[in-house]
């Protein structure tokens, strides 16, 4: 007789041994895991950086009064949005030094790095202009009155730091375009740790400083950015790097360049634009719905980031793989390192779902540490049900962020733009406008929605992924024939 407790303990290990292989396999291989994480890894910690930074703001800001956390998402997401445009454009760097690299055209990393910065003067002046509107911005969205003081005030200290910002995003796209990460990595920790110290000082008023609330978090993230931009010119004008990629004498204007960026950079911008706005849109609809719904969707919000953003780390990981490999004209490993990256993203993914599912009150714990916890317990309930549809639209989050990457690494923007502006409009916000608004229903109806947005998102990006157009698009000009680089065989100098 066949003993199948047995049968089936061999039959496991077997198929335990074979898939150990496989990964193995692809681990080693070109375009593998491997690969992918010596550029993920740092990527995610500076992501993870970011994600934190970012909590524990809004942790404090929700000890410090339910006011000053309903007030500061719409606010700091509507100043985001609006930088959006910026950082998407100047971002795009990233896509120019993955190809130029690619590509062994390295006196041209620095000048297209520059280019990016004097966007970045542009975001940063348009931000300036609008403080002295942020009054009847506000007025418009007609939070209640009190909420619309914080808002206004969260929101004028914010512009004063969107140069450094957008400008910062320019620069990390030095590094991350040439799968050089560890820098970024350090310099967000860093970031990271100026917010929350200061955060603490200027929100309670410790240490000897003045009690701000609400204003004093936003000092706090200006602070940080200023930090950062200031680590970056020091990094990038180092001579081993002005030598090699031209990061000093490529600092004037080249129009020719510059338009190219804007050309590819600007649909990016759009995109991350239309992005944001989409979800700022919700946030002011949620708005009318009350102070409870409000602050329940911005801690869930601020929840989903946990995951959110290290996967932002994958995707730039893919993007700048995709765009390196693209720079040498091999497609087949773009496309193999794009689901490299996915297949690690979505088992990252697959556990989170599973910790939102199982213990949901992990999450929200942080924000009732203050002893706040008859005034939140409104809040609690409303915040365990949003986990959930959390838990149900974050699998196909994983499609939406590590293809988009991918087709966008190759320079396909213009289809991620156009895709997002049909979607945000015709399934978020219309939709979001007459259910919440409208025929009054609830916060769920609305995150209901947002799920349906994103996971037709989700969807959209893996068909266009599957349609293999992206790979015979290039953003770089082609390399003017003639002798090789004398710095193609140069190893390339990093902190």
């Known amino acids: ?38 550029i993920a890894v740092p990527l995610i910690l500076s992501t993870s950086a970011w994600s934190i930074q970012h909590f524990v703001d809004r942790m404090f800001l929700t000890w410090y009064s339910p006011e000053t956390i309903a007030a500061a998402m719409p606010a700091g997401i509507f100043n985001f949005t609006i930088m959006t445009l910026f950082i998407g454009t100047t971002g795009y760097v990233n896509t120019f030094v993955a190809q130029y690299f690619g590509a062994k055209q390295f006196k041209k990393i620095g000048p297209v790095v520059w ?27 007609g939070h209640e009155a009190e909420i619309q ?34 820098p970024l990595m350090w310099i967000n920790v860093s970031a990271t740790l100026t917010n929350i110290i200061f955060d603490y000082m200027l929100i309670f008023g410790h240490f000897g400083f003045p009690e701000l609330g609400i204003r004093g978090a936003a000092i706090a993230t ?60 919700f946030l002011f609809i949620v708005g009318k719905l009350g102070r409870d719904s409000l602050a329940a969707t911005n801690i869930a919000f601020n929840i989903n980031n946990l995951a959110f953003m290290p996967m932002i780390g994958f995707g730039i990981a893919v993007s700048v793989m995709v765009g390196q490999y693209i720079g040498e004209n091999n497609p087949k490993m773009a496309r193999k390192s794009a689901y490299s990256g996915f297949h690690i993203a979505i088992s990252y993914m697959t556990m989170m779902v599973i910790l939102y599912l199982s213990v949901p009150d ?32 974050s699998i196909f989050d994983t499609f939406n962020i590590i293809f988009a990457a991918a087709i966008k690494g190759a320079g396909d923007t213009r289809f991620v733009m156009r895709m997002l502006a049909v979607l945000s409009a015709s399934i978020l916000i219309i939709p979001s406008y007459f259910a919440l608004i409208v025929f009054k229903q609830n916060v769920y109806i609305g995150w209901a929605i947002v799920s349906v947005y994103i996971i037709s998102l989700g969807i959209g990006f893996y068909l266009r992924f599957l349609g293999g157009k992206w790979e015979t698009m290039r953003v770089i000009e082609p390399a003017t024939p003639g002798l090789p680089s004398k710095f193609a065989e140069t190893p390339t100098p990093d902190i």
């Open 1 to 38: 007789m066949i003993d199948y407790r047995i049968f089936s303990e061999h039959f496991r290990l077997t198929l335990f041994m074979s898939l150990f292989k496989k990964i193995s396999r692809r681990y080693h291989a070109q375009a593998g895991y491997g690969e992918l994480l010596k």
């Open 115 to 141: 280019q990016g910065i004097y966007i970045a003067i542009i975001g940063g002046l348009i931000h300036l202009i609008l403080i002295p509107l942020a009054k009847p911005i506000f007025g418009f969205i």
């Open 149 to 182: 003081r914080l808002e206004i005030i969260y929101f004028q200290v914010l512009c004063l730091g969107a140069f450094p910002a957008i400008a910062s995003s320019g620069f990390s796209g030095f590094f991350s375009g040439r799968g050089k990460t560890w």
């Open 222 to 281: 200006v602070l940080s950015a200023c930090v950062t931009f200031v680590i970056y010119i020091f990094i990038i004008l180092k001579p081993c790097y002005y030598n090699l990629f031209g990061t000093l004498t490529g600092c004037k204007p080249d129009i020719t360049l510059l338009k190219r960026l804007i050309r590819y950079g600007f649909p990016n911008g759009m995109q991350f634009f239309i992005d944001t706005a989409g979800f700022t849109g």
């Open 362 to 393: 992990l999450f929200f714990k942080p924000f009732i540490a203050s002893g706040n916890n008859a005034d939140m317990e409104a809040i609690r309930k409303i915040v365990i049900v949003l986990i959930r549809f959390i838990a149900v639209y």
